[in-house]
T-cell receptor, first 115, second 113 residues
């Protein structure tokens, strides 16, 4: 099984619909992140969470919300999807380590299309 | 995060070493050099990171110049599965840092049979 699992892998939804993207991890990491990737724009941070009671906005949180249901689960919701939220979405985890984090572990991504 | 500069593309023959350069001339003393790669539309994959010493793991080696203004990622025996976009990132990776990973354009590495 993958360390970071995202569901669904692909989703097409209509404008105005609510949609949830789910992420679960088996790394045992406290830190979890949601990113979106658009062609030519690299990764942009949407939300991040350092533990179950900690939720923080990233660069582009408008139009999104998150829920950290447990250490291993971090869900991203689009309350009312719009076409410019069409993108590839990634969940990631990290462990801060003792001096530097040992990199981020990413899921395989969810390709979301809003029509 | 310090700005990094990488060549847009490189080719490598299968079985040969792939040497991917990265310039980070404005890197500060507490910023680490990280390398990730992304195979088409898959999640980015962490490869290696270092501060000032050379590093090696099961995937690659990282050579950082003494002045830390540039580095080279070495894949010692490239395979077709190493074809990907490789990203070099200079970032503060201490315990209080958070996930603002700034991926530039990266280097498209193509490994040929």
């Amino acid at each position: 099984d993958a360390d970071v699992t995202q569901t669904p892998r692909n989703r097409i939804t209509k404008t105005g619909k609510r949609i949830m993207l789910e992420c679960s991890q088996t790394k045992g990491h406290d830190r979890m992140y949601w990113y979106r990737q658009d062609p030519g724009l690299g990764l942009r941070l949407i939300y991040y969470s350092f533990d179950v009671k900690d939720i923080n906005k990233g660069e582009i949180s408008d139009g999104y919300s998150v829920s950290r249901q447990a250490q291993a689960k971090f869900s991203l919701s689009l309350e009312s999807a719009i076409p410019n939220q069409t993108a590839l979405y990634f969940c990631a985890t990290s462990d801060p380590g003792t001096g530097s984090d040992a990199g981020y572990t990413f899921g395989s991504g969810t390709r979301l299309t809003v029509v | 995060d310090a700005k990094t500069t990488q060549p847009p593309s490189m080719d490598c023959a299968e079985g040969r070493a792939a040497n991917l350069p990265c310039n980070h001339s404005t890197i500060s003393g507490n910023e680490y050099v990280y390398w990730y790669r992304q195979i088409h539309s898959q999640g980015p994959q962490y490869i290696i990171h270092g501060l000032k010493n050379n590093e090696t793991n099961e995937m690659a080696s990282l050579i950082i110049t003494e002045d830390r203004k540039s580095s080279t990622l070495i894949l010692p025996h490239a395979t077709l599965r190493d074809t990907a976009v490789y990203y070099c990132i200079a970032r503060n990776a201490g315990g209080t840092s958070y996930g603002k990973l700034t991926f530039g354009q990266g280097t498209i590495l193509t490994v040929h049979p």
